[in-house]
Every structure is written in C-alpha cells, then in structure tokens.
C-alpha cells in the first residue's frame, strides 16, 4: 500500500540503538517548501495510519 501525505517530500525510515528493546524505528521526514503542515500534524496523521 502507498502511503502519501501532500506536505511530503522524502521520508527515510532506519534502525537506531535502544537500550532495552536493542534497537527502534526513526523517521526522517523532509516537507516540500512553502509546507505548513506541523510535526505533530504529521505525526497524528502517521499514528492513524501506521501501526504503533
């Protein structure tokens, strides 16, 4: 499934140490220019869509 949101430009998702679970998901998202679209916009948006 395609997942887009319209104030997104690029998204890369990697693996990062975590202390107790050995490692966790970050995700770095770039907006398109002129984007008002918040962090957490764009995070309650994700958290409807993805799974936790």
Do not use: F, N, Y
């Not at 679970?21 to 958290?47: D, F, M, N, P, Y």
Request: proline share 4%; hydrophobic share 45%; aromatic share 2%.
């Amino acid at each position: 499934m395609l997942m887009e949101h319209p104030a997104v430009s690029l998204v890369a998702v990697i693996g990062v140490p975590h202390e107790s679970h050995g490692q966790e998901i970050k995700a770095v998202v770039v907006k398109k220019s002129g984007s008002g679209t918040t962090e957490e916009e764009l995070a309650a948006w994700a958290k409807e869509r993805l799974a936790a």
